[in-house]
């Protein structure tokens, strides 16, 4: 891999849309393909390289879309096959990439695949999905949880058998073991890219291939009742089977006879069993996303480590990638305190790897309280009250203060935030000190310097409370501060002058700086510093 030439995935920049979410065309309360494409504008101002859709295939949508009736067409709730085309080619006509979401994990129930395999042990499909006949006592076969609550097994009288769904029950498991499931999920892949897409994101990638023995999975040592039930056990046995490999490497294969093509897979695995997935070098998936910023508590030191870790671990054809928020984990400013917003961002957009930025984030968009009559996510209404339900961080894009934020001329699915005659894209596009300037001036930085986009990353000594590292690119060093703390910290840099190419926060004017730099509190600074003699 020669980063003299970035391949469009190494060097962009990612931005998730959650399709319900974003704009609404049409007044009925939910975003769709139309709305997507009259903000194009915004997204190609804003400097993102490629968007990535959550699913928009037909879907009951008892997950919002993560239940697919029909791998090869639009749900009408989105729009049909030829607002998608003229989607794409907009997209593209800007110099952008698309990326799909593609749900092989499981199905609806709905779709027609799993009609057929419910109906007898022996129709053509029986055996398209994980089957398996009652324990003696007529209970579940095994022990295996549901990620959203309770049994894993759902009973189906026409079979007089089990299933087994890793998430609702409406989300039967496809077989992966079976080479004719594997072929036609291939094709349904191949139906996508034949249309032009850009690339996949996939869904639970690392669920695919579950224990062939079905052997129960072990009790979790570290389960906390308040993490939700559905945590009590390790999914030793139903993920991260070392079959896996072999599925992916037929999607890879697949993509690899089309030009230039992408797959980033979805995997919540510890950094070593993560690193597996990028395979042996052209037959893992391009980008196994990495959610460490997400789920570590936000300290300067624990994020120096795990960077570093991180770097460490990756294989040699391994590219780097660093993703702030999605939508099924809470707002990073919910997360850390607003304060952290700026260095948040300037975190993601420095780091050595592809950023995957979240719809909404850019402008600081907080988790929105769901009043319980309110709430859709089926996680919340599985397991409630402890704070799991996804609905907070996917309620609709903030666009200007008129009403709904300009997201529907109806009744939005989720309530509008309310600071939204504040907080939103068209306010923030005036303001030279909003947080969405700030994100738009990172990635024009991070487009004219290659030391950001393509160049090694080291660590820096800092004080406690202070993250620092740099990046290089020939003789170019840009040394990046920042401060955890709400207080002031002073940063020694000896003999290494310099000049501030961006603050996090407004109001700072000096560009010059000498023996040490005074970073404000959570103030964050990128720093070109002066090309020494001698090395
Ligand atoms: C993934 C999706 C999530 C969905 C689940 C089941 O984790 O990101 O939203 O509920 O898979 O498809
Ligand atoms: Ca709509």
Redesign the pocket.
């Known amino acids: 891999m020669t980063m003299q030439q970035p391949l469009w995935w190494q060097s962009g920049i990612i931005y998730q849309i959650y399709p319900r979410s974003f704009m ?9 393909l ?2 997507i494409r009259s903000r194009l504008d915004y997204l190609e101002w804003l400097g993102v390289d490629a968007v990535w859709l959550s699913p928009i295939y037909p879907s009951p949508m008892a997950d919002f879309g993560y239940d697919v009736s029909n791998y090869v067409d639009i749900d009408p ?2 729009g049909s096959l030829s607002d998608f085309d003229a989607l794409l080619a907009d997209v593209h006509r800007r110099g952008m990439k698309l990326v799909l979401d593609f749900v092989p994990n499981h199905s609806s129930d709905q779709h027609p695949w799993f009609q057929e395999s419910r109906r007898s042990r022996d129709n053509p499909k029986s055996d398209w999905y994980i089957w398996r006949d009652p324990a003696p006592d007529g209970g579940p076969p095994n022990n295996w949880l549901s990620n959203f609550g309770g049994s894993g097994w759902t009973y189906d009288e026409a079979r007089q058998q089990y299933y087994y769904h890793a998430f609702l029950k409406e989300q039967p498991d496809l077989n992966w073991r079976n080479s004719e499931v594997q072929d036609a999920m291939l094709e349904q892949m191949r139906f996508w890219l034949e249309r032009g897409v850009d690339g996949f994101r996939v869904d639970v990638i690392w669920h695919l291939i579950k224990d062939e023995d079905f052997r129960n999975n072990p009790e979790n040592p570290d389960y906390r009742p308040d993490a939700g039930s559905h945590k009590r056990l390790l999914a030793t046995y139903t993920t991260d089977r070392p079959e896996v490999h072999d599925v992916i490497r037929k999607m890879r294969q697949l993509l690899d006879s089309y030009d230039e093509r992408m797959m980033v897979g979805e995997i919540y695995l510890p950094v070593e069993r993560l690193v597996t997935y990028y395979g042996a070098g052209g037959d893992g998936v391009h980008l196994p996303f990495n959610f460490q910023l997400i789920l570590l508590p936000w300290q300067a030191e624990t994020i120096r480590q795990a960077v570093d870790h991180y770097e460490a671990a990756l294989p040699p054809h391994g590219w780097p990638n660093w993703v702030l928020g999605n939508h099924d984990n809470h707002r990073l400013a919910s997360r850390f305190g607003t304060e952290h917003s700026r260095i948040a961002a300037m975190l993601l957009l420095t780091l050595r790897g592809t950023p995957t930025l979240y719809y909404g984030d850019e402008i600081g968009m907080i988790d929105v309280t769901i009043r319980p009559e309110q709430v859709q996510d089926p996680f919340e209404k599985n397991i409630p009250g402890l704070g799991l339900g996804r609905d907070p961080e996917r309620t609709p894009m903030q666009w200007d203060g008129s009403a709904n934020a300009g997201f ?1 001329s109806g009744t939005s699915w989720l309530p509008v935030a309310p600071d939204y005659r504040t907080t939103n894209v068209a306010v923030q596009q005036e303001d030279p000190s909003s947080v969405l300037t700030l994100y738009r001036e990172l990635i024009q930085l991070r487009r004219r310097e290659a030391a950001l986009s393509v160049g090694r990353y080291r660590s820096f000594c800092t004080p406690p409370g202070v993250l620092g590292y740099m990046r290089e690119w020939g003789n170019r060093r840009l040394l990046v501060l920042l401060n955890f703390q709400p207080c002031e910290q002073r940063i020694d840099l000896e003999m290494l002058g310099g000049e501030i190419l961006l603050s996090s926060h407004p109001g700072r004017h000096e560009r010059e700086v000498k023996e040490h730099c005074l970073l404000r509190p959570h103030e964050g600074l990128i720093i070109a510093l002066q090309e020494t003699e001698t090395p």
Do not use: E, K, V, Y
């Open positions: 609404d065309s049409n007044g009925d309360g939910i975003g769709d139309r709305g709730q989105f529907t």
